[in-house]
C-alpha cells in the first residue's frame, strides 16, 4: 500500500546531487529550458510527505487537488491515513502571493530537482510554483511511479502567452470556459482573451445598460457572478482575463439595443450571418461617451486585469460617410477622412480607459503615431505589421499564424514565431524566368502575385510576392519531369505551388493551402541567363531594441463554425504546440519530436487533465449512426480524410448559403480534428526512406489497417443515411488504395516511372476538396511515396 501524506508546513529546502547526463528526448510539452539527469530515482510508492511553502490557501488546495486526481492513477492511494517519512515532495514559493489574479511580466520561472529521497520545486512566486507543478504532473503521467532523478531549469519566452475565446458567434457556457482553462493550465498558456460582444450578439450582463443582454442576446449572456468566478477560477491557475468590448465596429448587437446610438437610424435586428457589417457607433454623439464610459466602469468592475481589448478592427467607414452629423463633427475637429476619425475616436476612448486605469489593447487598425505608447497591438495581419509596430515603439502580439479556428497542420503553427524574420532573398546567379499569377479564392477576392526562379548551379532557388506584400524567399524550391513545386507559410497557411511552366503563355497546376488543392492561372512575364533584376519593399526587419516591445502571441478560436460539442477538438492537443513555441526557446524546431510529444499529450489532456477532444470525436461518431453501432470503421477511416484547411470550409458554406448562425454543425466534417495524425505519421514514415528499413513496413501497416477496415466502413455507411453523402469518399480511398498498391509493388521500377504523370493526375483529381468539406488528403501522402518509387527530384 502507498500513502501520500499530506503536510503543510515551511522548512528550509536541502541541497541537490550534481547533474551528470543530459537528454533531449523527454515528452514533456512545453519543452524545457534545460534538462539534465542524475543517477537513481524517487519512487512514488510509499508513504510520502507533501510540504507547500510561502503558497496561499486557494493556490494550495488547488495544488493538492491536482496532485490527488494524479496519484489516484496509482495503485494503493490512502491519502486519509497520513504517517511520516523521510520521502518529501516539496513545493516552495519564495514569496506568498499578495493578489490573487496575476500580472504581466510576473516572473514564472521554477527549478524542480528529483532525487531519490526528495522531490524539490522552488520558484521566486506562486506563479512559478505552477508552471513547475505542470511539469511534475506530466513527468508521472510519461514515467508512472517511479520518476528518474533529473533537474529542470525553466522560463518562459514570452511574458503573453494567450488563447482567444469567442463566445459571441456561438455561446460557450461557463463549464466548457472552464475546462479550456484547466487545459490552458496543464500548457502553461497564461492569458484567456474572452471575446464578449460583436454583431451577433451581447454576451455581458449590463446594469447600466440592460437592453443589451435583454435584447440583443437570445438570452444567452454571463451574469456578473459568474464572470467574476471565471476570472478567480482562472487567476487560481495563474491566468490572467482580458474581455474584449469591440468599439466602434462590429456593433450589430448594440444597434439592436440602443440604435439611437448608431450613425445612421435603424431599425436594426439581430445579425444571424458572418461576416463585417455597417453599423458604427456614432462618434459625434455625446451619448455615446457616456455609454462606453458606463461599460468600461461595468468591466473594470468584473475584470482586475489592467488591458481591456477594444477591438477596433474592420470598421467599415460607410456609415460615417452617410451621416451628416458625423460629417460636419468631422469638420469641426479637422478630421479630413474616416482613417483620421477613428484615431480621434480611439484617442478619446483611450482616455476614458485611463480614467479606469485601464491601458488600451486593440487589433491593427488601432495603430497610430497619436496614440500613447502604453497601448498593444493584437497582430492579424502578420508579421511585417508586427514588426512595424515593434519598430514604432509599441507594444505587440501576434495572432497570425495562430488562427486555431481554421484547421490547420500543427507544424504550420510550430513554425510561427513572434520574432520569426523573414529569410534572406536568393542572390544566386543564373538562367531565371518570372511570372505572374492569380489563384482565385472560394470567397473574397483573388490571390494574385509574382515569383522569380533561379535555376544555378546551387539548386533551384526564388521569390515571391502575394497580394502586393513584401517580397519573400522560396522554400523547398525542386524541379522534376516538368513538374516544378515550392514552398513558403503565408496568412492562409502552409502554402505550396505545383507548378507546370513548360509554356510561357499559360501557368498550369495547383496551389496547395494545407491539405485543399486552389486553381491558378498566369503566364510568364520576364527571362534572363545571369541574376534577376532586384524588386524592392522586402520584409521589414526587427531591430534589437524592438524585440522586447513583442510580448508573445494568442492562438484564436473564432466561433462561427465553433460550438460547445466540438470545442475541445478544434483546439486540443495542437494547442499544446503553439504553448511551446511561446514558451521554449527558439532552437526548439524538431517537428518529428514535436508530433511524437503531441501525440503523448493528446493521451495526457484526456486522461489527466479532462478535456474532451476524444470522447467530442467519439459522441459525435455515435450520433451519426444507429444506436449502439460499432463506430471504429468511421474512425479509422478519420485517419485518412481530412478538414479541408485554411477557410476553405467557411467559403463553401458561403457559396452554399449556409453561412450564418443557423448552419449545422453535426456532420462528420465537424467531428474532424484539425490535423490527421495517423496521416502525420503515414507522411514521417515515407519522409524516412530509404534510410530506415522499417519505415515501408509502417507504411504498409497503415495501409492495410485503411484496406481491411472499406467492408465494414461501407456496411456502416450504407445503413447510415447520415453518412451516405460521404460514400463516395469512401469509394474514393478504396481507388486511392489501390493505386498506393501498384506504386509500393513497382517502386524503383521502370514502368511506374512511365506511368508517373498518368498517377499522378488520378492523386490529384483525388485531392479535390468535397462538397462535404472534407479532402482526401492521405493522397497527398502517396504523391509523396510516388516521388520516392519514382526517383529523386533534381535539386
Known sequence: MRIVTILFMLIALGGVSPAKAVSPDVELMPYPSQISFDEGDFSLQGNINLSLENISAHRSR????QLENTLQHYPAVNLDNAQSSQRMIRLHSEKRAEHLVPQLNQAEDYRLVIAAQEIQLTAANELGVLRGLQTLLQLIYVYGDTLPAMTIEDSPRFPWRGLLIDSVRHFIPLDDIKRQIEGMAAAKLNVLHWHLTDDQGWRVESPGYPKLHELASDGQYYRREQIKDVV????????????????????????????ELISLPGPYQMQRHWGVFEPLLDPSNPEVYVFIRTLVGEFAELFPDPFLHIGGDEVNPSQWQQSE?????????????????HTHFNRNLQQILSGFDKRMMGWDEIFHPDLPKDILVQSWRGLDSLTEIANSGYQGLLSTGFYIDQPQPTAYHYRNDPTKQARPLPSAEGKWQRWQ??????KGSDVTGEFTLTESDSGLQGSIRLNNQSLRALRLAERDAGLTRFELDSWMGPTRFELYLNDPQELKG???????????????????E?????????????????????????ATIWAELV??????????????AIAERLWSEPTVQDQQFMYRRLKRMGEYAHARVGLLHRRQQQTGFESLVAEKEDIRPLQVFSEAVEQAQYYTRHHLKYQAGNYHQQERLDRF?????????????????IQKLPEDETAMAEINAILKRWQQNLPALKALMATSPALETLQPVADDLGVLLGLSEQIRKQCHQAGLRTEAAKIRQRLWSLAEVRPQEVVLSSSLAIESLLDYCVGPMTH
Open 530 to 554: 545571369s541574376k534577376p533584376p532586384a524588386e524592392s519593399e522586402t520584409s521589414p526587419v526587427l531591430n534589437s531594441e524592438a524585440r522586447n516591445n513583442i510580448l508573445g502571441g494568442e
Open 510 to 528: 495547383r496551389v496547395l493551402i494545407g491539405n485543399t488543392p486552389y486553381g491558378i492561372s498566369g503566364r510568364q512575364i520576364a527571362t534572363g
Open 232 to 259: 478567480e477560477f482562472a487567476a487560481i491557475r495563474g491566468i490572467r482575463v482580458v474581455p474584449e468590448l469591440d468599439l466602434p465596429g462590429h456593433a450589430s448587437a448594440i444597434a439592436v439595443a440602443y440604435p
Open 325 to 341: 452629423d458625423v460629417q460636419a463633427y468631422m469638420q469641426e475637429h479637422n478630421l479630413p477622412d474616416s482613417h483620421a476619425l
Open 669 to 685: 466534417v465537424d467531428f474532424l480534428p484539425a490535423e490527421s495524425l495517423a496521416l502525420v505519421d503515414l507522411s514521417q514514415a
Open 563 to 576: 460550438v460547445p460539442h466540438n470545442l475541445d477538438l478544434r483546439l486540443w492537443p495542437r494547442l499544446f
Open 62 to 65: 488547488y495544488i493538492l487537488e
Open 437 to 442: 499569377f492569380t489563384m482565385p479564392r472560394l
